[in-house]
C-alpha cells in the first residue's frame, strides 16, 4: 500500500530550480510505481526570497518546512550580493535561519567512487577504488557557534559543546553503521581540546549501546592526512562542526565532481536534503547543470522516510546513467547531455529498468518512453 507525504520544496537560487525539477520528475517516478503520494509545497528561499520579499528566509517558507514530513533544497546565493560586501541581507542567512529555526543538527554527506568516473579524481585509482564514506557531521554547536568576540590586542572564538549535543549524533551514526560496515571513526583532537576529550568519553559511552559496531577514534590531522593515504578504510566518520566542515570538503574529490555528491541536514521533527553544489549562477537556465547530486539527495530522503527499496531503485537508475554515459557535460568525455534529458533518463530507468533503454536511444538522449 502506497504512502502519502507532504514534501516541502525549495528550489533557491541559479542552478537550483532546474536540478530540483529534475529530482521531482524522479521522485514522481517513484511514487508511480510503488502507489504512494507526494503532495509538494513550494517556497522561495535565498536571493530569490530577498527579491520578492526582501528575506532571504520568508515566514511563509519557514512555515512549509515545519509542516513537511521532509524538504528539498537547491542551492543558494547570487553575484550581485556575493560581490557586494556591503549588503546588509544576504541569501545565505537564510540558510543558517532555516537550520538553526529547525534544529537541524546532524549534516550527512555519503562520498562514493564510481567506478566509471574514477579517472575524474585527482587521487590515483587504486587508492579510492571502492570507496564508500559517509560523514556525520554535527551542525549547530561548537566554535561556530561559540561565543566570539574582540579584545583590546586580540580576537576570540569559543568551542562549546554538551553531552546532549553529542549524544543525539552519536546515536545517529551508530544506526547508520550498522546498515553498512559497522565501523564508526570518530574524528577528534582530543590530545589538546577539551570539547574533544568530552567527545571521546560521551561516543565511548554511546558505543555500549551498539555492541555490534567497531570503534575507532583519530586525531583529526592523522585523519586528514588518511583520507588521501588510504580512504578505503572508513566507513562512517562522526565528528564535530569545524573538523566536519573540512574532512567532507576533503572527502569530495574522491568522487571527481561536486555533481555527484549528495547532503541531509537532519533534526528531530523534520529534514533538509540538498546537493551540496553552489548556485553555480553562470549555467542557470541554461539546461546544462548536473541534476544526480540532487537526485542522489532525493534517494537519501526517501531513506529519512523509510521508502528504502525506493531509494535504491533510485540510485541504482543513477548508476545505470553512470555507466551508459548518460551525463551531463561536466562528467562526459564528449558533448554530455542536458538537465532535463538526464532527469529523463533517471526516471524512465525506475520505471522500466534496463529495459527501457537501448544503446541507440542513450545516444540519442532519450529513452523508450520518452
Not at 170 to 186: D, M, P
Request: aromatic share 8%; net charge negative; proline share 4%.
Amino acid at each position: 500500500m502506497g504512502v502519502k507525504k507532504n514534501i516541502g520544496v525549495l528550489p533557491g537560487d541559479g542552478i537550483g530550480p532546474e536540478v530540483i525539477a529534475e529530482a521531482i520528475k524522479v521522485l514522481d517516478a517513484v511514487c508511480s510505481k510503488y502507489g504512494h503520494k507526494f503532495t509538494y509545497a513550494y517556497g522561495h528561499v535565498g536571493a530569490v526570497a530577498i527579491d520578492h520579499t526582501g528575506n532571504p528566509l520568508p515566514d511563509e517558507t519557514l512555515a512549509i518546512c515545519e509542516r513537511s514530513d521532509a524538504f528539498l533544497f537547491g542551492a543558494i546565493g547570487d553575484p550581485k550580493y556575493d560581490n557586494d560586501p556591503k549588503a546588509k541581507v544576504r541569501p545565505e542567512q537564510g540558510l543558517l535561519k532555516l537550520r538553526k529555526s529547525l534544529g537541524l543538527y546532524a549534516n550527512i554527506r555519503p562520498v562514493t567512487a564510481y567506478d566509471s568516473l574514477l579517472h575524474m579524481s585527482p587521487l590515483k585509482t587504486e587508492k579510492i577504488k571502492g570507496v564508500d564514506i559517509v560523514v556525520y557531521r554535527e551542525l549547530t554547536g561548537g566554535i561556530y557557534f561559540g561565543e566570539k568576540g574582540r579584545t583590546e590586542d586580540g580576537a576570540f572564538d569559543h568551542c562549546t559543546y554538551s553531552n546532549y549535543e553529542i549524544d543525539r549524533i552519536a546515536h545517529l551514526a551508530f544506526q547508520s553503521a550498522q546498515n553498512r560496515k559497522k565501523h564508526v571513526t570518530l574524528v577528534d583532537k582530543a590530545n589538546v581540546l577539551e570539547t574533544s576529550r568530552l567527545w571521546r568519553e560521551r561516543v565511548n559511552e554511546v558505543a555500549k549501546d551498539y555492541p555490534d559496531i567497531s570503534l575507532e577514534c583519530m586525531f583529526v590531522d592523522n585523519a586528514a592526512m588518511q583520507m588521501i593515504q588510504n580512504p578505503k578504510q572508513f566507513d562512517v566518520i562522526l565528528t564535530e562542526n569545524m573538523f566536519g566542515d573540512i574532512i567532507s570538503d576533503e572527502a569530495s574529490v574522491i568522487g571527481g565532481s561536486l555533481g555527484l555528491l549528495p547532503s541531509a541536514s537532519v533534526g528531530d521533527k523534520t529534514a533538509m536534503f540538498e546537493p551540496i553544489h553552489g548556485s553555480y549562477p553562470q549555467a542557470a537556465g541554461k539546461n546544462i547543470a548536473n541534476p544526480l547530486a540532487t537526485i542522489l539527495s532525493a534517494a537519501m530522503m526517501l531513506d529519512h522516510l523509510n521508502l528504502i527499496d525506493e531509494a535504491i531503485e533510485v540510485r541504482q537508475a543513477v548508476s545505470a546513467s553512470l555507466r551508459h554515459g548518460m551525463v551531463t557535460a561536466d562528467l562526459a568525455r564528449n558533448d554530455g547531455y542536458s538537465t532535463d534529458r538526464v532527469g529523463d533518463f533517471v526516471a524512465n530507468y525506475i520505471a522500466d529498468g534496463e529495459d527501457s533503454c537501448s544503446q541507440q536511444n542513450i545516444q540519442a538522449g532519450i529513452s523508450t518512453i520518452i
